[in-house]
């Protein structure tokens, strides 16, 4: 079995502060490892993923994020937060072999001016 | 391509009637995946297909849930006969996977079912 624990379900930061979102997993298989990010009233869109190789990955809007496999974190950081990255973000998790993704419960950022 | 495409973007219903929400996966994409998205539960997958075939059904919540793929570009999830518990944002997502690939998922702007 695997999950997902998203320990913070809302950050309010400052604008240009840097931030951490949280992302512990538990699985007894190797795992590939997504961020995804939910704008109101939108879909999910891919912010970035970990499937092999580095273990620092980049993505889109200037986010990154760090596997630590001794202690089964993804967690995913920006240097300077825009007012605009105010939105709901996902940790996934896939086991190697599956196709199905396993969410966390969600964290709110929300970047305050 | 357009992405992943649902509809309706927002469907509000009585109890006791049924409910048709539609997916069109990317094309060329072989597992289409339904979740549901609500304030309590967060994402549950509901079902999922690889290569039209539904593998998974286990998050399916009862009987009145039944998914559908007749063809590689379209499913249908229904719920017959809808309750006001059933209210949710239900997302599509489809993805590319087969011989040691397998892309992430990519998700449609979902459906809003309100059940009045």
């Known amino acids: 079995a695997q999950s997902v624990t998203q320990l913070d379900s809302q950050v309010p930061v400052f604008e240009e502060a840097p931030v951490e979102l949280r992302c512990n997993y538990s699985?007894?298989?190797?795992?590939?490892l997504f961020w995804y990010v939910q704008y109101p009233n939108q879909g999910l869109q891919l912010l970035l993923k970990?499937?092999?190789?580095?273990?620092l990955v980049k993505g889109i809007n200037g986010f990154e994020a760090e596997f630590n496999k001794s202690q089964t974190s993804f967690h995913l950081r920006k240097p300077s937060v825009h007012i605009s990255d105010t939105a709901e973000y996902f940790c996934?998790?896939?086991?190697?072999?599956?196709?199905?993704?396993?969410f966390g419960s969600g964290t709110q950022l929300t970047v305050l001016p | 391509d357009a992405g992943v495409i649902q509809s309706p973007r927002h469907e509000v219903t009585e109890m006791g009637q049924e409910v048709t929400l539609r997916c069109k996966p990317i094309?060329?994409?072989?597992?289409l995946f339904w979740y549901r998205q609500t304030m309590m539960r967060g994402l549950e997958l509901l079902i999922y297909?690889?290569?039209?075939?539904?593998?998974?059904d286990s998050g399916m919540p009862e009987d009145r849930f039944s998914a559908k793929m007749p063809n590689a570009s379209f499913s249908t999830l229904k719920i017959q006969p809808s309750e006001p518990r059933d209210s949710a944002v239900y997302f599509c997502?489809?993805?590319?996977?087969?011989?040691?690939?397998?892309?992430?998922?990519?998700f449609g702007q979902g459906t809003r079912l309100t059940v009045v």
């Open positions: 997502a489809s993805s590319l996977a087969g011989g040691g690939f397998n892309t992430e998922a990519f």
């Open positions: 699985s007894s298989v190797s795992v590939y």
């Open positions: 970990y499937l092999s190789g580095s273990t």
């Open positions: 996934a998790v896939r086991r190697g072999s599956a196709r199905q993704l396993t």
């Open positions: 094309s060329g994409h072989n597992s």
């Open positions: 297909f690889n290569n039209n075939v539904p593998i998974d």
